[in-house]
């Protein structure tokens, strides 16, 4: 008998289903890179992210041999503005790894977290100055209580927020950059030639800390894990990197903008919670009241993208 064909709805339902897997694998594995990195902690922010650059480009380099995109990469890297742009959106990316460490190694997990509940006000916010958009009252609105919420945390703390403040610029930049490159370049090359741009740089400074005896790959962990554990982390450091991407890529392909945007939240929700349930972060009055104003604000703000979401997507009519 033959097989009985997809329809066109099972077909949409199928990708959806996919995608949703894939952003939430994605988001997830972002979610818990504070508890890996802290692993890590003997390495220190910069040699931590010079690992990350140089494994996740050997790891590019055999994905796009294996899946036959070296000749999208070549075409990209022959492009001076496509590389440019792309190029602009490594170095953010690496202002971006850099902060997070940071913050994950001098126990500020909540700070990160912060910087990426904040990274979708920052996003609206570029959106009006760089690309003229014209922002909805509820846009404006989710921006003001969640510049209010980032206010009251730092007078509780007594000092700016520079970290969460880095991190939601850097990342909403990286997203600008990204959006201005267009969609028609592929995840996987692009990745690889955001990668090769910081490869050089990265690879220097490995050779640096070698040579000056500095370097800790192959040294004690400090404790943490063993010698050849600490190796096995700074090189799985490139999957740890690259698999996240990659999957984000996926699931923004299959997947509306709104749900996307609500999948986002998962990985600062889990970096708060590793914050404060497993590193044991404090959490002052202060705090917790500008955390609230800034999920108000998020509340308000995707309320106000479903809904737009719906009015440009209504559903057909059940016929008559």
Known sequence: MPTAQPTPEGVATSEHRRGLIAGACGYFLWGVLPIYFSLLASAGAFEITAHRVVWSMLLCLLLLAAL????????LLRDPRVAGRLTLAAVLLAVNWI??????LTDRVVDAALGYYVN?????LLAVLVLRERPRPAQWAAVGVAGAGVVVIAVGLGSFPWIATVLALSFAGYGLVKKTVGAKVPALPGLGVET???????????????????????ADGGGRVSPAGHVALLVASGVATTVPLLLFAAAARRLPLATLGLLQY?????QFLTGVLLFGEEMA?????????????LVILTTDGLRLAR?????PRAPR
């Open 266 to 270: 998962i990985t600062p929700t889990m």
């Open 285 to 297: 009055p202060s705090r917790w009241a500008g955390f609230a104003l800034v999920w108000v604000a």
């Open 311 to 315: 009015s440009n997507n209504p559903r």
């Open 196 to 218: 090769l741009a910081l490869t050089a740089p990265a690879l220097g400074y490995l050779v640096y800390l070698t040579v000056t005896g500095a370097s800790t790959f192959g």
């Open 99 to 104: 902060t997070f460490l940071v913050g994950v």
């Open 120 to 124: 979708p006000i920052i996003t609206v």
């Open 68 to 75: 036959g995109q070296w000749r999208t990469f070549t075409t």
